[in-house]
């Protein structure tokens, strides 16, 4: 299977060294400026996460997201009937944050994908 390189995929260097390394834990990635994998995400992280990306619900259910101690592994499973038993009665708030869960588990899984295909390139340059 062969995947088209990004515009920006040129400039990376394929010959890294650390191809040939161990898997980083999240701890790694987080210093390296990259952000660990949402489903490793604490509550404190998920808590960062809604006032970043949608600072007006940050507002209102911050607490609520704290109070049920929402980690990365259980924000990716919400749905709108879980959101209102946290106590998020308006639909459209319910919406609007199932949306913005959704984005970020695309840019994980995005995330995801480049990391298996920069592998799966230097596997084949090996």
Known sequence: MHF???PNDSNKN???????SKPKSPKETKQRGRGKPIYFWSSSDVNKWLRK???QY???YGDLFLEHDI????LIRLNSDKLEAMGIVNPHHREDILYNILRA???AEATELRNLE???NSSFDA
């Open 53 to 55: 990306a949608i600072p």
């Open 105 to 107: 588990k695309v840019k």
């Open 4 to 6: 088209q390189n990004s």
């Open 71 to 74: 980690s990365g592994r259980i």
């Open 58 to 60: 940050h507002s209102l």
């Open 118 to 120: 920069q592998k799966s």
């Open 14 to 20: 394929i010959n890294d060294s650390s191809k040939n």
